[in-house]
């Protein structure tokens, strides 16, 4: 499996981008999909996460209400939409996927990076003040 993640840049304080993760091998179908973050100096943290179906989003306190995360199995594509960002939202932004997760994996377990057995190559969002 191959992630491929793309979408991120510069942009002002209360604005928007959407990130976009494409997967190649695998059965993207059978795979939850998550959004994680690392700001300079700081671990890497959960931000968002998607069921195989779409039919179960989770998010991290400190994005839900602004960012939406979305998949389309039939492309293979996973979607982080951003807004209202913040200075703090300031991060290279990684994909990944578990592909051994059950249906109703939870937010305790969907938010747990150590599950996620595939990972992207990260892109790097950059929010101005």
């Known amino acids: 499996v191959q992630l491929q993640a793309s979408g991120g840049g510069l942009v002002q304080g209360g604005g928007s981008l959407r990130l976009s993760c494409a997967a190649s091998?695998?059965?993207?179908?059978?795979?939850?999909m998550g959004w994680f973050r690392q700001a300079p100096g700081k671990e890497r943290e959960f931000v968002a996460a998607?069921?195989?179906?779409?039919?179960?989003?989770y998010y991290s306190d400190s994005v839900k209400g602004r960012f939406t995360i979305s998949r389309d199995n039939a492309k293979k594509m996973t979607y982080l939409q951003m807004n209202g960002l913040k200075p703090e939202d300031t991060a290279v932004y990684y994909c990944?996927?578990?592909?051994?997760?059950?249906?109703?994996?939870?937010?305790?377990?969907?938010?747990?990076?150590?599950?996620?057995?595939?990972w992207g190559q990260g892109t790097l969002v950059t929010v101005s003040s």
């Open positions: 990944a996927s578990d592909h051994n997760a059950i249906l109703t994996a939870g937010h305790i377990y969907a938010s747990d990076q150590g599950h996620y057995e595939n």
């Open positions: 998607v069921s195989r179906t779409g039919g179960s989003t």
């Open positions: 091998g695998g059965t993207f179908s059978r795979a939850l």
